[in-house]
């Protein structure tokens, strides 16, 4: 069973920035892919950004050139940093894991993001 622990939610202002933290119980190298879901009332959740491992990162259209998803191996930690906050980003941040030989997902407990206008 793999853990995740996620920080840096919080209230924010339109126009401002954020830096989410998504911290494994295990180590970065048996993970295949990170990534970063929301989920708006009433909404399906979706996907925000993923890394693999091989370096491949992907940007839901809505966060281009806002978002910037990153992994640091040492830390067993995936990071997304948003810019230019609208309201409509408003939503509850879940990070997810896919384990590289089980193929597994894990899922963290998610951090409420909530931009005012």
């Known amino acids: 069973q793999v853990q995740l622990v996620e920080s840096g939610g919080g209230l924010v202002q339109a126009g401002g920035s954020l830096t989410l933290s998504c911290a494994a119980s295990t180590s970065i190298f048996s993970i295949d892919a990170m990534g970063w879901y929301r989920q708006a009332p009433g909404k399906q959740r979706e996907l925000v950004a993923a890394v693999t491992s091989g370096g491949i990162i992907n940007y839901a259209d809505s966060v281009k050139g806002r978002a910037t998803i990153s992994r640091d191996n040492a830390k067993n930690t995936v990071y997304l940093q948003m810019n230019s906050l609208k309201p409509e980003d408003t939503a509850v941040y879940y990070c997810?894991?896919?384990?590289?030989?089980?193929?597994?997902?894990?899922w963290g407990q998610g951090t409420q993001v909530t931009v005012s206008s």
């Open positions: 997810k894991v896919r384990m590289r030989l089980t193929k597994n997902d894990y």
